[in-house]
């Protein structure tokens, strides 16, 4: 029984509670986040603590040593953004923030330089299996760490329709999207923005993440990013995901 126990703790304080994975059908509806003009509440990132601990502590220098200082930043204000949407919409969403701040730390480090093209696997995967690895040998808890993993491998299946994802999978996948395409901005408050652009500054993210992508095309035309394209993507033909990164006019006055 009380193993019984600890286990549903864990599916729901790791965030491994599921929730439908389009959110179009996520958003059906809902009181708060459907309509023109969503609730938002003004949250700034003071008011959005961080979490702190020994393995937050040691991801944290890990990342800022292999990630540059856009993909970083880009990080901190993913955990924002999608704490707020959080707060503001899915209250009834209850989760250890210190996961998702760490799925948010690392869910790009799969793009740094010492593994975007040292490896065949689209950087989403073999990002997923080094925040597995590092977590686990900084003592985080296999829960923890699975959840990291789960959500790092699915945060871009964007044309996904049917099934469900984890709600720290989708909440990452919500934060990621605004932040590189401006979809669902309104979800959050502009001083959400403009607070966690200063202290957090894109320095020209939207073309800088634009090249990562074009970059991992060129390099592996098989990857998981080649779902943003058109059937039988080759090099040569326009991407259409850097196009939509560099077309953010939600974010063009902060880069």
């Known amino acids: 029984m009380a193993q019984e126990t600890t286990h549903k703790h864990n599916v729901r304080f790791y965030g491994f509670m599921p929730v439908p994975r389009d959110p179009e059908v996520l958003f059906k509806d809902h009181p708060t986040a459907s309509g023109p003009n969503p609730k938002q509440i003004p949250f700034s990132v003071e008011s959005l603590p961080l979490p702190d601990s020994p393995v937050v502590q040691a991801v944290k220098e890990f990342v800022k040593k292999e990630l540059d200082e856009q993909t970083y930043n880009h990080s901190h204000r993913v955990y924002f953004y999608g704490t707020a949407i959080t707060k503001t919409h899915f209250p009834e969403w209850q989760y250890d923030q210190e996961t998702y701040y760490l799925a948010c730390l690392l869910h790009d480090i799969g793009t740094a330089d ?113 779902t943003f394209e058109v059937p039988n993507w080759k090099e040569g033909i326009p991407s259409n995901f850097a196009t939509d990164v560099r077309g953010n006019e939600v974010m063009r006055k902060y880069d």
């Open 114 to 226: 010492k593994f975007l093209t040292t490896t065949k696997m689209s950087f989403e995967f073999k990002g997923a299996i080094v925040a597995r690895d590092l977590i686990l040998s900084q003592g985080g808890v296999e829960d923890q760490a699975d959840s990291v993993c789960d959500a790092i491998i699915r945060h871009q299946d964007i044309f996904v329709k049917g099934g469900n994802i984890t709600v720290i999978g989708q909440v990452l996948q919500l934060a990621t999207i605004l932040d590189n395409v401006g979809l669902r901005a309104n979800l959050i408050h502009p001083t959400l923005i403009e607070s966690a652009t200063t202290a957090y500054p894109r320095k020209g993210w939207s073309e800088h993440f634009a090249k990562v992508i074009e970059k991992e095309l060129e390099t592996k035309p098989w990857c998981h990013t080649s």
